[in-house]
């Protein structure tokens, strides 16, 4: 039997309650998105025959077609009226984008409550309010307010992200996409009256499209369900979670954002510890370490780092970080050594960190890889791609002589204009994670071993 | 009497010894860079009668013209006798670009040593070896060898920076360029045979066209010489100072790329504080912070941080890094939270964070600002691209407010795609720094008011 989320990422019809063409409406925005969607699209609005060269209906009873999932964007205080319409239509499965409930005071909190009791009367499966909803690159689904002109999308990949904030779920999405890094469904289940954080983890724990899953939180909906949902899906694949709302203020703030208790942040590290799970420290780091650990999957990873560079500066700062994330940077076996300067020029430094310096070529990448990473666990690539020398062919052979070496890796080119970034989403193509600074490609590679180790890789047992 | 330094920034004739139109060698970046620059370019090369449209010369001392710079980009065995046909011609300043010396073993060392000697003798003063050299925006200026095409370069500004290593003051300048982030004047003095940072802190201090300076080290040439410099600095600039090579592992890596003892960091710690500069964290930090301390000097800071945004997850995210940071956030008071109620929609939350939610208005961050922002010392202001209810008209209304106040201010907007990256260099174009995560807009804004307390601020005096 499917999964009860199944039905919300892959409808064959959906309805859109509440559909406009005013600017700055939430129906709007998600209209010209579901023009993405690969199934049927029914706007609903008594006051517009058609909308974006759809027919327009005049209520959701009227609409012709069975409907598999509504998407309601009212008013607040028409959404329990509409209620009845919609299980009169026999629809099943909603998506609330509506605010003005749970986090706007006690009022919303009591309306909020009686939409729940009547949805469970109905048998209605919500997502929301206060939502964005679902976005699922398997089938264009598109159910975000944000116009595409102002929020770029992802292409497909193999990460899915769950966000209980809807703010964080849309610039986690336009940071991938700007890095050039793939995704394959989201989801933003707001005030969480009915499908909650565990229910997303559950259902991505079988989605086969769905590698990973970087997850924002501030509260969790039901301690226990989230701990085995939690459990249950890092035993199969990745996850990393950033939960903000850990320190007194940011507490605070999560009561005045989510009207939810942001709890005992000690506790919330020991639950991520005992499911798998890995805790990022950040936005930056979420994207970071999701980067890492949807592109690479290695079943263990030891601590010796390997560094190549043509900056010795990014090396200094990525050896830095290397110590204060736990790795060891052996040095050179001699006779690695001894093949390395035969093959270099004698500028060249040939311990490790490697330095092929300002002179180094798109091939002396590929030789230092060759000749070092079998006696490494994991390398960081440093490619300043402003020297003369190298180009953006290095990408190619530093990813296959990576691939080859079956190590993990992550790459460091300053995102920058034009030539940088082009590199970036170059390497990022060929499923190697990169990152803008040495200190985020250490922390992301520093994530994943700690995903491995809470996968039950002993420190002990060396790729 | 002008500066020693002064000299290398300002030359009315530069020659380039080492020209050349090869693909992948120096002289042909340097000089392709030099057609920027003001003042008259003479290119050195027997091999060739013209380069890039400049009458090309078969030695130094056939150049028809005084010399006030000499740019040596020759291999490092050719430069111990080219010094002796640039003393002939009556240069005494030269940047040596070529590398293998110190930082290529002993060989190299010894031929430093003795460049040192014959340069001493001669009176001419070194930039390098193993450097860029300057980067000046006042004249053009541009010594790097590092293509326009591969690395852009920042529009004029006022900050300026040091770097001991070559790479990273390159990535510095294209994250910078990137951000739309002007800047003053460059410096890479490479293994520092003569000019180091002691000296480039002291020409800073008195260029006018300097506001702040942004530093990266490995290690000092002369510990009391720097200290007295930086303090000096640091009574009438920010100075923000990024030290790599702090632990064990990024120690070794300093030995091997500047040849150079990383030394006791918890010396330049020591350092730091008692000259009166900031120290950053790492690369990103180093930006962020230089950043603000470029843009906003302002002589004391408090520590009561007002956060506005129109998402709430971005604000549990900023709360959670300003307490880790030493901030607190006063609740807002009653009479500023009843204005405000009157001027906002009910759902709106009216506390500190300021939470305009999806729907908020540019105009609704001026009026938070306005009414809030003088009963804080510093504001957060956080927004988020994607609501189709703010567009870029809301960047001039944010900045009106906090010029109006006179009150630090960072702003995060995520760096994205077109539409995003548009609003950051418009809110950087009018004096507000932008930074693409929550974190490090707060951690930009504590290097500030840590800046200000370096200066003698006392933590009573509020603004």
Not at 121 to 141: F, S
Not at 145 to 174: H, K, N
Not at 421 to 443: C, F, N, T, W
Request: proline share 5%; glycine share 8%.
């Amino acid at each position: 039997m499917a999964h009860d989320l199944h039905g919300f990422f892959y409808p064959r019809t959906v309805a859109l309650i509440g559909a406009t063409d005013k600017r700055d409406k939430p129906g709007t925005a998600i209209l010209e998105n579901l023009a993405h969607f690969s199934g049927a699209v029914y706007p609903v609005n008594p006051k517009h025959q058609t909308l974006l060269g759809h027919r327009c209906y005049p209520s959701i009873t009227a609409v012709p077609d069975k409907i598999d999932l509504a998407i309601i964007a009212l008013p607040a205080a028409r959404v329990e009226q509409e209620l009845d319409a919609v299980h009169q239509k026999g629809i099943t499965r909603i998506i609330l984008i509506s605010s003005g409930f749970a986090e706007a005071g006690e009022d919303g909190m009591a309306l909020q409550k009686r939409i729940a009791i009547r949805a469970r009367q109905y048998g209605i499966r919500v997502i929301g309010p206060n939502a964005l909803g679902v976005y699922n690159t398997d089938n264009g689904l598109d159910s975000f307010f944000v116009s595409r002109e102002r929020v770029s999308r992802p292409t497909p990949g193999r990460l899915s992200i769950i966000s209980q904030s809807g703010a964080i779920a849309v610039i986690l999405m336009e940071a991938l996409a700007r890095d050039g890094m793939g995704i394959a469904k989201v989801v933003n289940y707001g005030n969480r009256l009915d499908i909650d954080d565990a229910d997303a983890l559950d259902y991505f724990a079988n989605d086969p499209a769905t590698g990973a899953v970087a997850m924002y939180m501030e509260s969790v909906a039901d301690g226990r369900k989230f701990l085995n949902a939690a459990r249950t899906f890092a035993a199969q694949k990745p996850l990393v979670i950033w939960k903000a709302g850990k320190h007194e203020l940011g507490a605070a703030a999560v009561a005045s954002h989510t009207a939810t208790l942001a709890g005992t942040y000690g506790l919330y590290q020991a639950a991520f510890r005992q499911a798998g799970a890995v805790e990022a420290y950040g936005f930056d780091h979420l994207i970071d370490a999701a980067k890492a650990l949807a592109l690479m999957d290695y079943p263990c990873m030891g601590d010796r780092l390997l560094i190549v560079t043509n900056g010795g500066g990014m090396a200094v700062a990525a050896s830095d970080q290397a110590q204060r994330d736990g790795f060891t940077m052996p040095t050179m076996p001699s006779a690695v050594r001894e093949r390395l300067h035969q093959a270099f020029p004698p500028y060249f430094v040939t311990t490790n960190p490697i330095d092929l310096t300002g002179s180094g070529k798109n091939e002396d990448y590929e030789t230092a890889l060759r000749e070092a990473l079998p006696h490494y666990d994991a390398a960081m690539v440093i490619v300043l791609m402003g020297a003369t020398t190298v180009n953006e062919e290095a990408t190619t052979l530093i990813a296959r002589a990576c691939h080859d070496a079956k190590k993990p890796v992550a790459c460091c080119i300053l995102q920058g204009l034009g030539y940088t970034q082009d590199a970036m989403h170059a390497l990022l193509k060929l499923g190697i994670p990169v990152y803008p600074s040495p200190e985020r490609a250490v922390r992301a590679l520093a994530a994943l071993r700690k995903a491995t180790q809470r996968r039950g890789c002993d420190k002990q047992t060396k790729l």
